[in-house]
Every structure is written in structure tokens, then in C-alpha cells.
């Protein structure tokens, strides 16, 4: 049985009742995670994107380990492939903040829950990378139902050379949260396979974003579904890429009920943490 122990002295910034377990099942604390997460090349943390407690433990972890690796590169799936050149100019300081938020359409809670990231990456001299296909594109591809040049316009240059859509498991997940979603909203007219298809579409273009940066060690910050089981994203870079050591952190509130078994697959590693605070 996992002795789920509260990790009282992590950082200040952190919540207190934070748990982290290894697949393994063994009980860690914060620094013990840092240094094993350095052993691999590219490491995913999921998250709940309206989590305060896991925006927080994103930010320990990049600063974990910016510290221990001068090299690391960060990813993010709240920019856009388009917007990367005004990324890097707001980055390297030739570009005022006001203007990179009036053109790299930042998230809503990008003040109060990524800009912390990016102000940490700007002060370090840290690459981030604006990873996720622009989202006029896959809405395209999750109308038509089709990924190809013609559907995707002037984003098909993002789009990857390889676009796997084989795996069985990640496809019955995808198509029960369908299934789960109000019948009436935006979703609910548009067939399931096509939507799937624009959401590997968008796993695929997160996954090629990163080639540019696989000689150094890379964090990617994404929603849960895009990692957890290493589905999603770390499938798409792992087929393309058998020799990397891939990580994956999922970042879950305590109230989700998992079996010992369910923790082992889902992720690398678990955060498990008490929600503080829900980003309005």
C-alpha cells in the first residue's frame, strides 16, 4: 500500500499539502523529484489548467530545474506556433510587454498563472518555445474532418511530417470525454473521429515544435490529456524519436480518486495537491 505522506518544507511558494509519488510507488520530496527528473530528455507536466496549486508547482519545477540545468528550454501549450517570433523578441527585450500580448493571443489567465513561467524564463535567458498548432487550424481540421494542406491554409507549414493516430487507447479516452460533454455546445454537432483527429493534430504539432531542441533538455507545460499515460504528446515524439527519455508529471488534485494502479500508469510521476484556489 502508497503511504501518501504531506510534504511540509518544499518551497515557500508552495501549497503544504503536496504529495509526489514515483510510478514506483515510493514517496518523494521536491528535491529528490528534481534530481530524478534529470535524468531524462524531455519532461511533461500536466496540468489542470484552472489549478492555482499546480501553476505553483510548475513554477517550483522550472526554477528546480533551470538551477540545474543552465540549458533547459521550456514549452508551452498556451502559445502558438505563429506567435513565436514575437515570443523571442519579447524575450530577448526588443519587444514591450504590451505588445507581445496584443499579438501572441496569451491565455486569459496568462497574468495571474503563466506569465510567471515566461517573466522566470525571460530573467534566466531560458528558450520558450510557442508550441500548439494555431487554433483556427484545428478548428479546421475537427470541421472537415481531413488534415492535409488545403483544409489547414497558411498553418500547414506546422504541420508535422509524421501525424500518428494509431493508438487505440488514446482514441477510446478521447471519444469518452467526448461522450461526457453537453450534447449542445460547439462540440456537440462535430463528429468525434474528425475532432480527434484535430486534437492529434494538435499533439503532433506540439511534438515536432520541440525538434529544434532535443539536444538539450526540454520542460513542457500542457493540460493532462495532452501527457497523461504517455499518450498524447510523449506518444507523437516517442514514435518519432524511440531513443529519448521521457518523463511525464501529472499534476492531480487529491479529491481525484486513483487506485495504486492507476497511479502507476498515468504518469512518471504524481503531484497530488490540495486545490487553494481556482484561477476565475
Known amino acids: ?43 511533461f ?16 519545477i522550472l526554477s528546480s530545474l533551470a538551477e540545474r540545468d543552465s540549458n533547459l528550454a521550456l514549452a508551452l501549450e498556451m502559445f502558438e506556433r505563429d506567435v513565436q517570433d514575437v515570443l523571442d523578441s519579447y524575450l530577448v527585450g526588443d519587444t514591450s510587454e504590451d505588445t507581445f500580448l496584443a499579438r501572441s493571443r496569451p491565455w486569459p489567465n496568462y497574468k495571474t498563472d503563466y506569465r510567471p513561467l515566461v517573466e522566470f524564463a525571460k530573467a534566466n535567458e ?29 498553418d500547414s507549414v506546422f504541420m508535422p511530417d509524421t501525424f500518428h493516430l494509431d493508438s487505440e487507447k488514446y482514441y477510446e479516452r478521447f471519444a469518452a470525454t467526448m461522450q461526457g460533454m453537453p450534447h449542445g455546445g460547439p462540440m456537440g454537432s462535430l463528429n468525434v473521429d474528425a475532432l480527434y483527429k484535430a486534437q492529434v493534430l494538435k499533439d503532433a504539432v506540439m511534438a ?10 526540454i520542460l513542457f507545460f500542457c493540460g493532462r490529456f495532452h501527457a497523461d499515460y504517455h499518450l498524447g504528446v510523449p506518444y507523437q515524439l516517442q514514435k518519432n524519436h524511440p531513443d529519448l527519455k521521457i518523463a511525464v508529471v501529472s499534476l492531480a488534485p487529491a479529491s481525484e480518486e486513483l487506485s495504486a494502479e492507476d497511479r502507476s500508469l498515468i504518469a512518471d510521476f504524481l503531484w497530488i495537491y490540495t486545490p487553494h484556489d481556482v484561477t476565475e
Do not use: C, W
Request: hydrophobic share 50%; aromatic share 6%.
Open 45 to 60: 507536466v500536466g496540468e489542470r489548467h484552472d489549478a492555482k496549486a499546480a501553476h505553483e508547482a510548475e513554477l517550483a
Open 126 to 154: 531560458i528558450a520558450v518555445v510557442a508550441a500548439n498548432v494555431p487554433r483556427r487550424a484545428a478548428a479546421a481540421v475537427a470541421r472537415s474532418g481531413e488534415v492535409s494542406h488545403e483544409v489547414m491554409g497558411q
Open 1 to 43: 500500500m502508497i503511504v501518501l505522506l504531506s510534504l511540509l518544507f518544499l518551497q515557500p511558494s508552495l501549497p503544504e499539502n503536496t504529495t509526489i509519488i514515483s510510478a514506483a510507488g515510493d514517496t518523494l520530496f521536491f528535491n529528490q523529484l528534481a534530481d530524478a527528473l534529470m535524468g531524462y530528455d524531455v519532461i
Open 208 to 217: 515536432a515544435s520541440l525538434h529544434p531542441y532535443l539536444d538539450r533538455r
